[in-house]
Structures are given as C-alpha cells and as structure tokens.
C-alpha cells in the first residue's frame, strides 16, 4: 500500500519561506511522477508543481512561479516544495500526490495515490 505523508507546514508571515516535505512508502518511488496540488477554503484543489520521475522535467502554476521550487530525494524517497516569498493568496492545505505514469503530471486526475494534506497559513 502505497502512502504519502506530508509534513512542514504552519503559519508564517508574508514574505517569509515554508519547505514542505512529502514522504513516500510502500511503492516503487523511483518511477512515480510527484506533484503538489493545494485547496483554500470554497475553492477547487489546484495543481501548484510537479515533477517527472527522474526529476528532469517540472512544472509550476503561474501563480507560484519563480517563488516555489519542487525537488525529489530518491535516496529518502522525499519530495520537497520550498515556497518562499509567501504571500495571502498561498494560505491552503497542501497535499502531495503519486502518479504511476511517471511522465510530468499537471492534472490531479492522473494521479493515482495522494497524502492528507498539511496546512500553511500566512499572516499579512
């Protein structure tokens, strides 16, 4: 069984920087896709990074780039998402997700195993 535990969220200032960390177990962490999707209270979750399985590709929402960089560890089957420059559109719950199709995802519906989600909140 394949699970995803995300980790290093909490409340910051604006301007200031968060690092999420998502942990996988259970699964061949080595050919997944990971992405980062986040969902604000009365929104629709929302895809924010991804990147393929051997890291060489990435993708990032408009609204995060250039702030937020996506990363894996394959030696700690880990991905990150530094977030730095937050700002008050960022507050959400940040979740983690796996994609068997190890190829770059964007969509949440190509992922196939997700974490619970961690909650950033960001004080102006």
């Known amino acids: 069984q394949v699970q995803l535990v995300e980790s290093g969220g909490g409340l910051v200032q604006a301007g200031s920087s968060l690092r999420l960390s998502c942990a996988v177990s259970?699964?061949?962490?080595?050919?997944?896709?990971l992405g980062w999707f986040r969902q604000a209270p009365g929104k629709e979750r929302e895809f924010v990074a991804g990147?393929?399985?051997?890291?060489?590709?990435?993708s990032y929402a408009d609204s995060v780039k250039g702030r937020f960089t996506i990363s894996r560890d394959h030696d700690k089957n880990t991905v990150h998402l530094q977030m730095n420059s937050l700002d008050p559109d960022d507050p959400a719950v940040y979740y983690c997700a796996a994609a068997r199709a190890g190829t770059l995802q964007t969509s949440s519906v190509a992922y196939n195993y997700w974490g619970q989600g961690t909650q950033v909140t960001v004080a102006s």
């Open positions: 259970g699964g061949t962490f080595s050919i997944y896709a």
């Open positions: 990147i393929s399985w051997n890291g060489g590709s990435t």
